[in-house]
């Protein structure tokens, strides 16, 4: 992206009166980057595909996470909490690595309707509630990766109430307890009434294919019916616009991240 280009999307923005953002599967956190990490190397080929030991993956994740200091997404995030700043905005993210939670953006303004790391749920879901992280799990898996106990001191968490194993509040569950998110949504829904004839930015960024009905043929909709919304669509290979949406739309072929990088 020029610096033109860059500059034109930052007046529309200060021009809006809402600016509504979906973030897509290209804004997720490379998991890749983990294998940087030579503990984490070890313990995947310690664990190797062995079902009994699985579960400490995720657990690891969310350590690591945590743990992330200054990288390319943390800076993208900081460069679209700026663009926001002073904004009425909503941010829809399909991203399940919680990052975002550890920026700036306002928690109240954020929905994941594809789950994250924040809670768990039983696997089959049998009480349709969330429960906190145990905290003598997650500190005996981050004793193992210090070294400190040996895999087979590990157990799993499990439901108090059924048995079945306890799960990170992630789509790809078993049963995915969707009450994690539709509260949120729901506060999503009525922001989004009140964008009915107001200038609207709308920014998409890394959105795909891969659930098209939350964010991008939605979006797509929405700047359909509102004659004074524009859409902006950044993605490496599906950036393009319909023709219906009748001009008020401007496509990027680029990386997400990359693009909220430029100076």
Request: hydrophobic share 35%; proline share 4%; with cysteine.
């Amino acid at each position: 992206m020029s610096e033109e280009e860059l500059r034109e999307l930052g007046e529309r923005v200060r021009d809006a009166e809402l600016v509504l953002v979906g973030l897509g599967e290209y804004f997720q956190y490379d998991w890749n980057a983990l294998t940087g990490d030579k503990r984490y190397q070890e313990i995947e080929a310690e664990i190797g595909n062995n079902q009994e030991y699985l579960w400490i993956i995720p657990f690891l994740q969310k350590m690591i996470l945590r743990q992330s200091g200054d990288n390319r997404w943390n800076r993208a995030y900081k460069n679209l909490e700026k663009m926001l700043a002073g904004k009425n905005y909503f941010i829809i993210s399909l991203c399940m690595d919680d990052y975002i939670y550890n920026t700036g953006l306002e928690e109240n303004r954020i929905v994941t309707p594809c789950g994250g790391f924040r809670k768990m749920q039983c696997d089959n879901n049998c009480s349709h509630e969330l429960s906190d992280i145990p905290q003598e799990s997650y500190d005996a898996v981050l004793r193992y990766y210090r070294k400190e106990l040996p895999v087979d001191a590990l157990r799993e968490p499990t439901c108090p109430l059924c048995g079945s194993k306890l799960r990170f509040n992630q789509l790809g569950v078993t049963q995915y307890a969707e009450e994690g998110y539709l509260g949120r949504w729901g506060d999503y829904t009525k922001w989004l009434q009140g964008t009915v004839n107001k200038r609207l930015c709308v920014l998409e960024l890394g959105v795909g294919m891969e659930y098209p009905t939350i964010i991008r043929f939605p979006f797509e909709k929405i700047v359909f019916y509102n004659q004074k919304a524009f859409l902006y669509r950044i993605h490496p290979s599906l950036y393009q616009i319909g023709e219906e949406i009748g001009g008020r739309g401007y496509s990027v072929k680029e990386n997400p991240v990359d693009f909220l990088l430029h100076e």
